[in-house]
């Protein structure tokens, strides 16, 4: 085993890298919209509309793409899922509203609702149009933790209604993990910041950055300077990884690679392994892994100690990942980290099998392969600490998550949450959803 | 192998597919290119005294992204001298002698105007000429075109100077822009013509520019009426070609079927109902002229697949049963069938009939599932679902063993008229 990790940045030609990162998706054309838009059959009781999370009213607008009403199709969306532009971008719509989409039952070849959604976004975008009017003002202030897409949907929602809202975040930007964590060929150029720029511009809105929950800001101060509270934190912690040598140099949590890189000026000047072990089955695990391969990594393989079926990555991130040149390598799990000078060199792993009773167990054997880079993709997690009321009742919390009521209303009153602090999805659009009930929630809680 | 060959008044080609005179078949240049491609005959493009076109000319209704669903144009007849036209309609016939060569004329309506040009297409040893009493825009403003097929008395005594001044067949070609198909065409036939040909285009205005605010095509500005065809005008065509089929009094007379007619389907079509052989404009200029080889190959494997040997085997044979609506039986009963293993549940049919046609689609949801049903005491028959279900054989109508005879609606005892009778 080399003594010396190969971590190295400027793998790649500037072309290279640009095409790696450019678009995955490319936009349709305006020729391609209206045709691919003719191929909806603007259903009764769409099925389409019923696994959108924020409910979109998918025939109407995709109707109006082909009747040239590309202004109405954008509201369509829009009055629906205020981050409908980055939900088109990243929505598994594979396991959303084009699985049920009914042409998928016909020819298995869904109408294209994410294409077209952006179509219609990125259209009204280039309009640079307003079209959101607050009502007048209710005197009211609530503040939101976490400027992800649950905190700025319920923000926007909320100022929409005539609140006065504030935005605490802990960090320096705002947007949460369509910021930090999508991956970056899903969402190109500064693409993130100009849909925030368009949500906020409805006004009504202070956003306060580097101000964290626990730090700067307890929840009981809140609750008594607030008329009601928000709480959209993510899931700001990660699952750690169990193994002899998990303090090794060169053993990190993917997201934290990742949102380097999302922040990075120049993907040339970022350091990326020449042999990458991705631990996780997830979406998370998928996007690492596609990401430092199309950073120039040599090898990247993602182990996952069940089959593809259980995989949490959809098949279309699966195919993703596959066609990146990227090996998935199922039935294993880490036992121990090997390294030399403090970095890791390479990773052991045992086969695994599911036992007469069901459960996973080790088959005892083991494989070892070399690694300058192991990624955990294991999980993210609530810090519940941040959120427990330093007076009184402490907030309910259910597995991990905040509990909420369908209102999205927690145990302790004027307090609500959503996005990935309650259970749920841990999508995008969800966390808009949450977002929207919530402000709705708030909103008749304090006029009533 | 299906025989194709065709004649249509004395006029062979070896099949049914001619080009309808137009630009495709404008000069010599074009004319051979076709007959090459295979297509068995051509009219000429209309010749007459000298005209100019404007620019632009054409319009297009694009349908779901299907470009040329209808088609309209607001060109005049051939813009090129008549010596120019008829010394190259010689040379091609001489050239291909197998195929019909046919002239497509527009003259004043005066007989010596016919006579004079009549000699001179004699001389190029074409087949036959057809009169333009059709082109709807234009022309018919200087009192040539259809202001002339919209006279019946005008048609027969235009057909009856031609007869009279050559040995050629006369094909009269008529305008859909009238009331009763018939009048024209039995006219056509008091002046002794041979066949008749139709349809010329439909007067009609393509569309409107909503920012300059004027009718298309636009010619700096303004647009005028058009001449409309293609694929959209083929049901309109169909009618009237069946509806002379059925005329006893134009029995006798062979009839040349034009209108929207893309494929060797439609052509079957148009036989069937009573047409000899069939004319193509808007599908060449939107193709070219390759489109043929399939019209050819796809008759005649059809035929093959059919049993028919010539195409007089199933030529007309729809025309008994073109009938009359008060010659439809009223007992005749279908109702909606849903296979619900082809059902894509996109409840199109049960909004469809819910809101314009008989609420006889339930919209059900069990176990969360949707379910799409007919309720068979209401459905009435009619077809809609069928149509609008997206899912070939997903909804097929079937018949009802109701028992009844066939009765027509003046034996039907729910006619009023029998009722009254009844009463007294
Ligand atoms: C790598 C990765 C890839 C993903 N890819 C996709 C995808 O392709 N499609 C998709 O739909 N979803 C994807 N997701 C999931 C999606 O990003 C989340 O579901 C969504 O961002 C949740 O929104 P949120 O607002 O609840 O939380 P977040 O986006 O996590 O935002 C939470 C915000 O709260 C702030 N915060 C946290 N703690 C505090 C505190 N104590 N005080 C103040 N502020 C705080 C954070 O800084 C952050 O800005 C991905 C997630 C990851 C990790
Ligand atoms: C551009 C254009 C020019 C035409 N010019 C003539 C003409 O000069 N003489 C004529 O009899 N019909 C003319 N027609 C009518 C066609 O011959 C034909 O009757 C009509 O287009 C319907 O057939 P289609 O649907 O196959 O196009 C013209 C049609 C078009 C589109
Ligand atoms: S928001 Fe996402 S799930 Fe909803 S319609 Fe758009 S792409 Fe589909
Ligand atoms: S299910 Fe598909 S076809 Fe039906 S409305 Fe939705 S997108 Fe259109
Ligand atoms: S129209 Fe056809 S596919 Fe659609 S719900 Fe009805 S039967 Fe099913």
Redesign the interface.
């Known amino acids: 085993m080399p003594a010396q990790p190969d971590l190295a940045a400027g793998r790649l030609s500037q072309a290279e890298y640009a095409r790696n990162f450019g678009d995955i998706k490319p936009p349709l054309s305006p020729q391609q919209a209206p045709i691919e838009a003719s191929r909806c059959y603007f259903c009764y009781d769409a099925p389409c509309i019923e696994a959108c999370p924020t409910g979109i009213d998918i025939p109407s607008f995709i109707r109006k793409i082909a009747t040239g009403n590309d202004r109405g199709a954008a509201m369509d969306i829009l009055q629906a899922n205020i981050f409908g532009g980055a939900c088109a971008r990243v929505c598994p719509v594979e396991e959303l509203c084009e699985e049920v989409c009914v042409r998928t039952a016909q020819e298995g070849k869904p109408v294209n609702i994410g294409l077209l959604q952006r179509h219609a976004t990125d259209r009204f975008f280039e309009r640079g149009e307003q079209p959101f009017e607050r009502a007048a003002p209710t005197g009211k202030r609530i503040a939101v933790v976490g400027a992800g897409p649950a905190g700025i949907s319920c923000a926007h929602g909320l100022a929409r209604l005539g609140h006065e809202v504030t935005v605490y975040e802990a960090q320096a930007k705002a947007g949460g993990l369509n910021e930090y964590g999508i991956a970056a060929y899903k969402v190109i150029d500064d693409f993130a910041q100009r849909e925030l720029d368009f949500i906020l511009a409805v006004g009504g809105i202070t956003l306060e950055f580097n101000r964290a929950l626990g730090a700067d800001i307890s929840l009981a101060g809140l609750r008594r300077d607030y008329d009601a509270v928000f709480l959209a934190t993510g899931q700001a912690g990660v699952k750690a990884l169990e193994v002899e040598g998990q303090a090794l140099e060169g053993v990190r949590p993917a997201i934290d690679y990742i949102a380097e890189l999302r922040q990075a000026g120049d993907l040339a000047a970022l350091p990326v392994g020449r042999r990458i072990v991705v631990i996780g089955g997830g979406n998370t695990a998928i996007d690492i892994a596609v990401q430092t391969k199309r950073l120039g990594a040599e090898d990247v393989t993602i182990c996952y100690r069940r089959g593809p079926e259980e995989m949490g990555a959809t098949w279309h991130e699966q195919e993703v990942a596959q066609t990146s040149g990227v090996r998935i390598k199922h039935w294993v799990r880490p036992v121990r980290l090997h390294g030399a000078n403090g970095h890791v060199g390479g990773i052991e792993l045992e086969y695994t099998r599911l036992g007469d009773d069901g459960r996973l167990t080790g088959t005892g054997d083991t494989t070892t392969l070399p690694a300058d880079s192991v990624f955990t993709a294991i999980g993210q997690i609530l810090i519940a600490d941040p959120v427990a009321d330093g007076a009184g009742a402490p907030l309910d919390i259910r597995g991990g998550r905040i509990a909420v009521n369908d209102e999205r209303q927690t145990s302790l009153s004027g307090v609500f949450a959503g996005g990935d602090c309650i259970d749920g999805l841990d999508l995008t659009v969800q966390a808009v959803e949450d977002g929207k009930i919530a402000a709705r929630s708030i909103h008749s809680s304090l006029t009533r | 192998m299906a025989d194709l060959r065709t004649d249509l008044a004395g006029i062979t080609s070896p099949n049914p597919f001619w080009l309808a005179s137009a630009p495709p078949t404008d000069k010599y240049y074009n004319v051979e290119r076709a007959f090459k491609a295979g297509w068995g005959g051509v009219v000429w493009k209309t010749v007459g005294e000298p005209i100019v076109n404007t620019t632009s000319r054409y319009g297009a209704v694009e349908h779901?992204?299907s470009r040329m669903a209808g088609f309209t144009n607001i060109e005049l007849i051939s813009d090129r001298p008549i010596a120019v036209n008829l010394r190259e309609v010689k040379q091609i016939k001489r050239e291909w002698p197998d195929r019909a060569l046919v002239v497509s004329l527009m003259v004043p309506c005066d007989e010596e105007s016919w006579k004079t040009i009549l000699a001179d297409v004699e001389d190029t040893e074409a087949d036959g000429i057809e009169l333009n009493f059709g082109c709807p825009h234009g022309m018919s403003e200087r009192g040539m075109g259809s202001a002339v097929g919209q006279v019946p008395d005008y048609v027969e005594m235009v057909a009856a100077w031609c007869k009279k001044h050559t040995r050629m067949p006369v094909i009269v070609k008529l305008t859909p822009n009238i009331t009763d198909i018939r009048y024209p065409a039995r006219a056509a036939r008091k002046g002794n013509a041979d066949a008749v040909s139709l349809i010329n285009t439909l007067a009609s205005v393509i569309g409107v520019d909503l920012d300059t605010m004027a009718p298309l095509p636009l010619v700096n500005g303004k647009g005028t009426h058009g001449g409309y065809c293609g694929p959209a005008v083929k049901p309109v065509a169909l009618r009237m070609v069946g509806d002379l089929a059925r005329d006893p009094e134009c029995r006798g007379m062979a009839i040349s079927g034009i209108g929207g007619i893309s494929t060797w389907r439609d052509a079957a079509e148009f036989l069937s109902m009573g047409a000899t052989n069939v004319q193509v404009c808007t599908a060449a200029m939107h193709r070219g002229f390759k489109i043929v080889e399939d019209m050819i190959d796809g008759l005649s494997n059809w035929m093959d697949g059919k049993g028919y040997r010539t195409l007089s085997d199933f030529q007309g044979a729809a025309v008994r049963n073109f009938v009359e609506w008060g010659d439809l039986d009223m007992n005749y009963e279908i109702i909606a069938r849903i296979d619900q293993d082809l059902c894509?549940?996109?409840?199109?049919c049960?909004?469809t009939c819910e809101d314009t046609s008989h609420q006889s689609i339930s919209?059900l949801r069990i176990d969360g599932e949707?379910r799409y049903e007919v309720i068979d005491e209401e459905c009435v028959g009619c077809n809609l679902c069928m149509y609008v279900c997206?899912?070939d054989g997903c909804i097929t109508m079937e018949p009802v063993d109701n028992g009844k005879p066939y009765v027509v609606w003046a034996d039907d005892p729910r006619n009023p008229a029998n009722r009254v009778q009844a009463a007294e």
């Open positions: 779901n992204g894509i549940k996109c409840g199109l049960h909004v919209a949707r997206p899912v």
